[in-house]
């Protein structure tokens, strides 16, 4: 799987928008970026996955560049309950078995 | 629809001592996946298992093992217990499929005196 690269730590208003940047130069073809983030004490939490276009759910917004060399999960309204660490992640997929491999993540402090 | 469950939610064990930790899938996913998590070595994976046979395995010795039922409820067991297997325990599960995202449960935080 390819490496991630996040920033330790990021500061956001509440009620602003949250963009939390991932960088993975690596990545290959065939290999998708996958979010989650973990409220402290609490499992991680799925959040939005994509392959190469800009993807949007309830929660979240993730946006790809076009040579996919990096990509950025959006929250659009930030509460003090988004605080957490967010974890980026790059797997391949239709390898056989599920295997997530986290890094340290970018942990995000949502500040009234 | 009902989330992962894990029990127990806490657990204290002397060294030397085995433990079981059990996992109950959301309805209708097969595959169940155990993580290891601790503050210096963070999210590690441990192995998956689906339709009763392990598919997948982390890089952990053989006192740590698992086991799938036929209703997908999954088992992980440490045996021999050491200093160092104190940590926060996690199950996930996913439908199985190639791009499924698998949804953790809240885990087993497991002490070890």
């Known amino acids: 799987d390819a490496k991630t690269t996040q920033p330790p730590s990021m500061d956001c208003a509440e009620g602003r928008a949250a963009n939390l940047p991932c960088n993975h130069s690596t990545i290959s073809g065939n290999e998708y970026v996958y979010w989650y983030r973990q409220i402290h004490s609490q499992g991680p939490q799925y959040i939005i996955h994509?392959?190469?276009n800009n993807e949007t759910n309830e929660m979240a917004s993730l946006i790809i560049t076009e040579d996919r060399k990096s990509s950025t999960l959006i929250l659009p309204h930030a509460t003090l309950r988004d605080t957490a660490v967010y974890y980026c992640?790059?797997?391949?997929?239709?390898?056989?078995?599920?295997?997530?491999?986290f890094g340290a993540g970018t942990i995000l402090r949502v500040k009234s | 629809k009902a989330g992962v469950t894990q029990t127990p939610r806490y657990l204290i064990k002397t060294r030397g001592q085995q433990v079981t930790l059990s996992c109950s899938p959301i309805s209708g996913h097969r595959s169940v996946s155990w993580y290891q998590q601790t503050p210096g070595q963070g999210l590690q994976f441990l192995f998956e298992?689906?339709?009763?046979?392990?598919?997948n395995k982390g890089n952990f010795p053989g006192r740590f093992s698992g086991r799938q039922f036929s209703n997908s409820r999954s088992e992980m067991n440490v045996s021999t217990l050491e200093l160092g297997d104190s940590a926060l325990y996690l199950c996930a599960s996913s439908l199985g499929g190639e791009y499924q995202p698998q949804h953790f449960g809240d885990g087993t935080r497991l002490s070890i005196l």
């Open positions: 992640i790059v797997r391949v997929v239709g390898e056989y078995g599920n295997k997530l491999v």
């Open positions: 994509g392959l190469k």
């Open positions: 298992y689906f339709s009763e046979t392990q598919r």
